[in-house]
């Protein structure tokens, strides 16, 4: 298993509630922010999905388990891994971290899938992305 794609986030304001503390929908923005860089890291970013093959990658369920609350101004850190994939569909493992990696804020579990822009139908995960994502996943 690869080491996963890390992208950094910080706790604003807006991310919070009056009591300065995040927030359980900004662990979801936080978290698609990450699966979006983590494309972009591949030089495979979700904009050339939709030009190139028309097909996008939307999410068809989501699992969060929210395990120590995030805080104004706290650095963090999103891991995102790739934990399986078949034709039409990838599964991801995410977790929000303390920015030293330590300390596991929550754990979200996400299923997606490639669908066609234009009817809505489920599609193959298109190539190239298929074979970066497989030799992401497996380390190389």
Aim: hydrophobic share 45%; no cysteine.
């Amino acid at each position: 298993m690869s080491a996963p794609h890390l992208f950094p986030v910080r706790v604003y304001f807006e991310d919070t509630d009056a009591g300065g503390v995040a927030y359980h929908a900004s662990y979801l923005r936080w978290a698609e922010r990450a699966r979006t860089e983590s494309l972009r890291a591949m030089q495979l970013p979700h904009s050339l999905m939709m030009e190139r093959h028309n097909t996008m990658l939307v999410v068809r369920r989501i699992e969060v388990e929210y395990v120590r609350p995030a805080r104004l101004d706290q650095a963090l850190v999103v891991a995102t891994r790739l934990a399986g994939m078949r034709a039409a569909t990838l599964d991801l493992d995410q977790q929000v971290l303390a920015e030293d990696g330590q300390m596991i804020l929550a754990r979200l579990v996400v299923g997606l899938v490639a669908l066609q822009a234009d009817t809505l139908r489920p599609t193959r995960i298109p190539e190239p992305w298929r074979t970066a994502l497989a030799r992401d996943a497996a380390g190389n």
